[in-house]
């Protein structure tokens, strides 16, 4: 008997665990699937005013795919060769972390409910475990993360110093606009990274001024960071391709 | 006499198919003149109040440049050595979709008439064949085609980690422009590309803070491809040189 | 005599044409700061209701810089010693378009003064004589014009098929922002390039997936020039520094 | 005795100057804490209708560290061992910088304080002794100087070319916006940097047609610099890891 269960046991490993023969890759795509249905399903809730026919189904697919990821999260614990580690690893939280905020929710009153619900999109983390190029990008992350971690802060006393200045410009044409170093600072973030919504943009000849020159500084160094990922990736897949 | 025939096939072959001679040169050019002169009656045509003699005209275009397109193609499959390969090829199908739209309007009543006017447009498609350089940027696209759909996967989980944070900031304060997640993706879209219109913009505190964040994360993240293309078109370019 | 004409020819020449000495240095300078200060009068001149003080100190200012000119452009012509190479020369051309415009406004009515005006610009140009720099720019484009060119016919591409498909979206929902392709071809022009004023953007559910869509795919396009002429000016640089 | 005060002496030294032992590094942290939070201060009295109680907590708070600084200051001279080499060493200036705002607000009339305030963002350049990094950056910058300027220059006649531009299509049609060189001036360079808050945009169709070829030629030229100081830096790395 024991032996048969051993079987069984390895069985559900091969299909759980180890990517590596049909049965098991249709199992990743189930999961990959339900992990997007959720997703759809809990952008679908937020639009206001559903029919209460919609609501229903989307009740009954969360349901469903919170039983289905229990289910997957009691046999993983079930098959790992040393569970503990398992349960407090990465993955073993995150597989947690997708399926707690359902259960929790009997428990608490309604209130806080909302900041929960949110919790629910740790799931799209489990997408992860079936990635294995994020990896490499994490690797150009790291090896890169002196300089990333420097034009950080340069950025940030970059966009610093732009706020006083248009502060110290604007403040008294535009008090509604730039009422304090706080409120410059969302003009500094907003035009550094040229997104430019329009809804605050200096109107003095002397903000003008300054915004030019902090515009053909700024440009080059807030775009910085994006050349040295680039490079580092470009560096680590040269390295994968000659360690082949 | 099929002898004589033979010959002849040959001759339009030279023309139609290889580029080595002038006679082939000035037909490619007529070709593709007539390719964009059929762009611009298109473009001219969505101009609404357009006088009838305008009207008149374009039409006149139109059909002058399907009666060629329809000989080209007909003579393209004449000079063909495998002719069911070359119609199911990639510009045996587009020959014929850039002609299609015209025949099936006869046939069809004018409802569904404006969505195969698009069809149309597929004769841009046939300016690809006189274009070498072409190949050389779908290469480089090939090459690097495992990090482009990596950083796609990683785009499109920050663009709706974006909206489901800012629908939590600001759907309270503003319910019309983040009635749902769905509307806060177009926010999150706009932003991450810093093409920043200014029809939605968070306007709380926390809204404009976690924008703050997901744009110093996000910037780095949604230029990459870029920098991956580019790499991978120069070293395409440097193999090619290499080669000669 | 015909000696002492010629030490002194040698004299000019060594302060006009050659800048090895300080007195050709000094007239470098005079040179481009009257340049300068041309282009400043220039554009005070366009500024609204001016007092009529100023109107005549930028009019002494514009004579006195024709003035000098003028003769430098003679002086350049003495010294040159194929004086026909010399005229016919990209500076030399230069060099006559930059006090050709003053001369002319004598001999036309007042109506056309306005486009000449503007040719008084050409003046800009003068500064590259002085500017060994921009040799290095120009051939970094050179060994990139394939790409670049190639670029250009997709990005070209690109906005177009943005354009037809924004206004099959847009057109009847916003018949006044997108009432033909060349109206949508505005929209696309400033979308894709990120600049995003705000004066027409999509209001449908399916013109904002369309941006999404065009976006992705447009980003990448559109900014990969500028990784080529990069890495051209770079290589450029390297050679440079090799073959010193 | 002065034995003693020799020991003393090289006891602050090693705390204050030299960055090896665990007090030294307390010292650094305490400082590096004390800049931040003079910072969020200075931040905070910008906001307008404070208490007075808060008012009261940013006085003392800024008391405190103008103390603590001025102590430092001193300390650093007394420890230097060439002290007028300190004295006029950037960091020495800087120091001074940071306190003499405070001290100088004594002697002055309540007007000018304004500006003096602003002298106090000078202590963010303190952080700066900190960051061995920083040097990085600007030996990468340094080897680049030659091509940055040169950018530089081509960006600047590019945005006065696409001001002139402008303001001939455009300031017939909107003159309220394009009034003159100066005002188009501002449009040129939210347009080139892609910022496009949409304050100001051609409505013409020469306009429009003009600034979809500026963006064309400008946006590749605009990016540049960013290319450069980032394979610059690249480079620079490289070096120091072969030279490690």
Do not use: C
């Amino acid at each position: 008997m024991p032996k048969a269960i051993g079987v069984l046991k390895q069985y559900i490993k091969s299909i759980v665990e180890i990517n590596d023969n049909k049965k098991s890759k249709y199992f990743a795509f189930f999961i990959q699937g339900l992990i997007l249905l959720s997703i759809v399903t809990f952008s679908v809730e937020t639009i206001p005013d559903l029919k209460p026919q919609t609501r229903m189904l989307l009740r009954i697919i969360e349901w469903f795919s919170v039983m289905v990821f229990t289910l997957e999260y009691l046999l993983r614990i079930y098959v790992a060769d040393n569970k503990p580690k398992f349960i407090f690893s990465f993955f073993g939280i995150i597989d947690l972390l997708a399926i707690l905020p359902f259960y929790l929710a009997f428990g608490v009153d309604l209130r806080s409910l909302r900041a929960l619900r949110f919790l629910r999109l740790f799931r799209i983390l489990k997408l992860v475990r079936y990635n294995n190029a994020m990896n490499h990008f994490t690797r150009a992350i790291k090896s890169a993360k002196e300089e990333i971690l420097l034009f950080i802060f340069i950025t940030l006393i970059l966009i610093y110093f732009s706020a006083v200045g248009i502060y110290y410009f604007e403040n008294e044409a535009q008090p509604e606009h730039f009422s304090s170093i706080f409120d410059s600072l969302w003009w500094a973030v907003i035009t550094l990274t040229t997104v430019g919504y329009g809804d605050v943009y200096p109107i003095t000849v002397g903000g003008k001024v300054f915004t030019f020159f902090i515009l053909m500084i700024g440009l080059g160094i807030v775009a910085i960071p994006t050349g040295i990922i680039s490079s580092a990736l470009t560096k680590s897949v040269d390295k994968n391709e000659e360690s082949r």
